[in-house]
C-alpha cells in the first residue's frame, strides 16, 4: 500500500493480488501474520488463486521464504470525513438522500 498526500487528502492506493477474486496484498500479508504458511492455506482463508490462477506466483513470493515475506502491513485508521453521513446515529430524523421517481410509460 502506497500513501500518496496531495493538499488536505490522504489517496490510499491499494494493491490487487487476485483481481478474480477482490484479493488486496494487506488481506495476504494479514492472512500470513495470522499463520497462513502454504498456497493452500491462502486459497482455504481468502481464495486467492482459485480462479484463473495468475496471482498464484505473486501470492506465493509472500509466504515464508518468499521475497516479500515479514513485510509488515501498515495499519491505517480512517478518521470521520463528513461530520453529519447519511448513516450517522447522531442525525435526529432520518432525510431521504434521494429522491426516485418510477413512472411506467
Known amino acids: 500500500m ?6 488536505a487528502w490522504i489517496i490510499i492506493v491499494l494493491m490487487f ?5 477482490a484479493i488486496t496484498e494487506r488481506q495476504v500479508q494479514a492472512a500470513v501474520a495470522d499463520g497462513a504458511s502454504t498456497m493452500g492455506d491462502l486459497q482455504g482463508q481468502l481464495g486467492v488463486a482459485t480462479c484463473c490462477g495468475c496471482c498464484a506466483d505473486t501470492a506465493q513470493e509472500y509466504l515464508p521464504g518468499g521475497r516479500y515475506a515479514g513485510q509488515a502491513s501498515v495499519a491505517q485508521e480512517a478518521g470521520t470525513l463528513v461530520a453529519n453521513a447519511a448513516n450517522d446515529p447522531m442525525v435526529s430524523a432520518p432525510v ?3 429522491a426516485v421517481a418510477v413512472r411506467r410509460a
Open 2 to 7: 502506497r500513501l500518496i498526500f496531495i493538499g
Open 17 to 21: 493480488i487476485c483481481i478474480c477474486n
Open 96 to 98: 431521504a438522500m434521494v
